[in-house]
């Protein structure tokens, strides 16, 4: 990994990512706006700020709808840093690897109104398909870098940009690609809030109240926040990134992916844990190597508790565990992505970021070793997973 890009609510750059963790900084915010929603409970909510859409060139940037101007963005950023010539990028030995959970909910909602209002598709903008298609965010960035190798395009929720992280990987390891932009986007929208407010899974909290939701692992939480956002990394073939001359940021060394095959919204804990123990197996390292555990943990109980249970066959109380969640909320697609860089981000450190609002541990999540306050350590190899609905499963293993 040579190179990360970031949209977050709580930064855009690596700098201001890293000081908002450092200074326990939470990106939620209320949405007063979404009262008007009928019905809908949500109030709270991750947004993304004061990021310029203009960087873009004009004509790559209309067919793209705000989760395909973050991920252009922040693959913009990631490429800068790599340093990596664009003639590289531009050739058959580099590709794309990125997601969404859907297209562009904003654009998705105007359609369907201009239908509803005219009858018709007179109002129908000849874009507006590039900015919903499931593979809008893939599509539009492989557009802009003129993309000639693979693009794939891993449409799993949760775990989208884990998996395209993972792909991208797979690519590389296999000798089909030299270099891979790998990552993923969503945007906020109430019909997101929506979903998870009718599955009893959105926080509540009040407007009074944003910087205390979520709350993984905590007795008093009440469920998940849903945010915006985009990362993407530069993943290269070592030889390749060392003959000339990168800064690596990490290696990624494992990963793996399988469904828990028994539900569609309730996670099992055994899926999980089979998905760790994979992701080690593949790093060919043991769960004792492992300094820090990254874990998906949205601040809902049946998902918490899960996850708890499948670290604690894994590993019980001897690796450090905490859920960054608590200051982006839940990205989705994005999710991921951003805390990989995370994770980067505390290995270049040697500093573990602990869970943001986690007060009193929820006995049923207990028996692992939460982080609740920072600790300085080396911190030379970590794990990360996200899990998402369909059961679908995907840990990361990096090392510096």
Request: proline share 3%.
């Amino acid at each position: 990994m040579t190179g990360m890009g970031i949209i977050s609510p709580i930064g855009n750059t690596k700098q201001d990512v890293y000081q908002s963790l450092l200074t326990n900084r939470s990106g939620i915010e209320s949405v007063d706006s979404w009262a008007q929603i009928k019905d809908l409970r949500v109030r709270v909510a991750g947004r993304c700020r004061d990021y310029d859409a203009k960087r873009i060139n004009r004509k790559d940037r209309r067919t793209m709808g705000p989760m395909a101007i973050m991920a252009a963005l922040s693959t913009l950023d990631a490429i800068a840093m790599s340093g990596i010539d664009p003639d590289i990028i531009s050739s058959t030995g580099a590709g794309v690897s990125m997601g969404s959970t859907t297209g562009s909910g904003g654009v998705i909602e105007k359609i369907f109104n201009d239908f509803l209002t005219s009858g018709g598709i007179s109002c129908l903008d000849g874009t507006s398909f590039m900015k919903i298609m499931n593979h809008s965010v893939a599509a539009n960035v492989a557009a802009m870098l003129k993309t000639k190798g693979r693009v794939l395009s891993p449409c799993s929720a949760c775990s989208t940009s884990t998996q395209a992280i993972g792909e991208g990987f797979e690519m590389i390891k296999n000798g089909y690609q030299t270099v891979m932009i790998c990552g993923g986007a969503d945007e906020l929208h109430y019909s997101t809030a929506g979903v998870f407010d009718v599955l009893h899974a959105a926080s509540k909290k009040s407007g009074a109240q944003p910087l205390k939701t979520p709350r993984p692992f905590d007795i008093a939480r009440d469920g998940l926040v849903v945010s915006e956002g985009a990362g993407a990394l530069v993943l290269e073939e070592y030889e390749h990134a060392k003959n000339r001359g990168a800064d690596i940021l990490g290696e990624l060394i494992g990963y793996y992916t399988c469904c828990d095959g028994e539900h569609m919204t309730s996670p099992s804990a055994e899926g999980m844990f089979r998905c760790m123990k994979g992701a080690l197996n593949q790093a060919g390292c043991g769960i004792s190597e492992i300094d820090y555990i990254n874990a998906h943990a949205t601040g809902t109980k049946l998902g918490d508790i899960a996850e708890s249970k499948a670290i604690k066959m894994i590993c019980n109380d001897k690796i450090p565990v905490s859920a960054t969640k608590g200051f982006t909320g839940h990205t989705l697609a994005a999710s991921g992505v951003m805390e990989t860089i995370f994770c980067l981000l505390m290995m270049e450190h040697n500093l573990i970021i602990p869970t943001l609002n986690l007060e009193t541990i929820d006995p049923d999540c207990d028996g692992i070793f939460h982080v609740q306050k920072q600790i300085a350590k080396s911190v030379n190899r970590v794990m990360t997973s996200n899990f998402a609905f369909g059961g679908i499963n995907a840990t990361l293993v990096l090392q510096k």
